[in-house]
């Protein structure tokens, strides 16, 4: 049982590190990368939250806890909360380290193309956002 609880203690964190994800989108116009709208990452938020608590409430089911499992397993993640949420904050600073090495170097990149090369590499770029268009209306 010890075993099972661990399991779904582990999936609830992985599982949230997807909300603290900051996602980022292709601007067609300005060729820079840009913050989603709050609105949107927000909307986001709820539905994953959603989606999380549906999981959850059937892990919980489906092992049949008992009242005193649920107030351990809520106790064991409220111990260990201070010490996620210090983690995450240090992830989101990774990221945007992580993003700012990524643009210098597509910067760099960029400048030593030639102009015909950069003409391809915009086309390529459209046609790449028009992928994740078509992918998304598919949806």
Known sequence: MKKYLSIMLMGMVLSSTALLAQPVLEDETQKETVPVSVEKVENEAHAKGHIRQKHKNNFIERLNLTEEQKQKAKELR?????????????????????????????????SILTPEQKEILQKMKQEHLEKIKLKKHKK
């Open 78 to 110: 409220e111990k260990n909360k201070p010490q996620m949420e210090e983690l995450f904050a240090k992830m989101r600073e990774l990221r945007k380290q992580a993003e700012e090495i990524r643009k210098q170097n597509k910067e760099e990149f960029e």
